[in-house]
T-cell receptor, first 113, second 113 residues
Framework: AQSVTQLDSHVSVSEGTPVLLRCNYS??????LFWYVQHPNKGLQLLLK??????LVKGINGFEAEFKKSETSFHLTKPSAHMSDAAEYFC???????????FGSGTRLQVQP | NAGVTQTPKFRVLKTGQSMTLLCAQD?????MYWYRQDPGMGLRLIHY???????AKGEVPDGYNVSRLKKQNFLLGLESAAPSQTSVYFC????????????FGSGTRLTVV
């Protein structure tokens, strides 16, 4: 079965500094990978997705992620954090067995002024 | 377009009571899902449906039942609510092709006392 591991439950950065949220995946084939964001008391919004095209994927709000098969990683980055980026971020993998998405446990990003 | 609509948004139940959560989508999506979100655990799949008249168990199906009598609606039922079912419930839908990702509803916050 496919799974994802988010390596940090909390990340704190200062406004204007880079963001790195780490995700490793487990899959026996080339997976579909996603990052979703959830702002406080809100629903989930798709940030970006990887579906075996370019390994560097650009998403909304300046976020991007790089698929590295050799490292089984799909880390999310942003060059400069903004206060509005404070939210919970989920790394997600497609599970073709259940034809569903499997979610990581989430990383809460805090942005300090 | 409304996308995915969940009703109700909030509910408080007493232990042993029953209720039904409704999910409606207007995008003609084949696949629909119910997840629950608990702190530190990400989203866990309860049940899902790959088309009208079909349902299947996910990761945490015990204590829940579902029905999909119409393509646009996916109902989640709790026959006898327990405090362990206190959670935020999300419905999602997607077209054929897991690489599309999901469209999520805004969630239902359920408290069982």
């Amino acid at each position: 079965a496919q799974s994802v591991t988010q390596l940090d439950s909390h990340v704190s950065v200062s406004e204007g500094t880079p963001v790195l949220l780490r995700c490793n995946y487990s899959s026996s084939y080339s997976p579909s990978l996603f990052w979703y964001v959830q702002h406080p008391n809100k629903g989930l919004q798709l940030l970006l997705k990887y579906t075996s095209a370019a390994t560097l994927v650009k998403g909304i709000n300046g976020f991007e992620a790089e698929f590295k098969k050799s490292e089984t990683s799909f880390h999310l980055t942003k060059p400069s954090a903004h206060m509005s980026d404070a939210a919970e971020y989920f790394c997600v993998v497609g599970d073709t067995g259940r034809r569903a998405l499997t979610f990581g446990s989430g990383t809460r990003l805090q942005v300090q002024p | 377009n409304a996308g995915v609509t969940q009703t109700p948004k909030f509910r408080v139940l007493k232990t042993g009571q029953s209720m039904t959560l409704l999910c409606a989508q207007d995008m003609n999506h084949e696949y629909m899902y119910w997840y629950r979100q608990d702190p530190g655990m990400g989203l866990r799949l309860i049940h899902y449906s790959v088309g009208e008249g079909t349902t299947a168990k996910g990761e945490v199906p015990d204590g829940y039942n579902v029905s999909r009598l119409k393509k646009q609606n996916f109902l989640l039922g709790l026959e006898s609510a327990a405090p362990s079912q206190t959670s935020v419930y999300f419905c999602a839908s997607r077209p054929t092709g897991l690489s599309y990702g999901y469209t999520f509803g805004s969630g239902t916050r359920l408290t069982v006392v």
